[in-house]
């Protein structure tokens, strides 16, 4: 399982919620989870700031090894 989806669980966030804070789609956060959808820069961006994951961190949201800070 991704980061990403750990630390929205994590916070009882709906990938809906995480979307919205992120200003992003829902659908385009369902398929980064599901590994179909490769994320621009920007958009992991967008995520770890919504999850308060320092942005020198953003990579980590797509391996299953914890960032160093959450």
Same mark, same amino acid.
């Given at each position: #399982?991704?980061?990403l989806t750990r630390l929205r669980e994590a916070r009882g966030w709906s990938r809906s919620e995480?979307? %919205?804070r992120a200003? #992003?789609?829902a659908a385009d956060v369902g398929k980064? +989870?599901?590994? %179909?959808?490769r994320p621009? =820069?920007?958009q992991l961006r967008k995520l770890a %700031?919504?999850?308060?994951? @320092? @942005? %020198? =961190?953003?990579?980590?949201l797509? +391996?299953?090894?914890a960032p160093d800070a959450a």
């Open positions: #399982m991704l980061n995480l979307a %919205r200003k #992003m789609t980064i +989870e599901a590994g %179909r959808l621009y =820069d920007s %700031r919504a999850l308060g994951v @320092p @942005p %020198r =961190d953003a990579n980590c797509l +391996e299953g090894a």
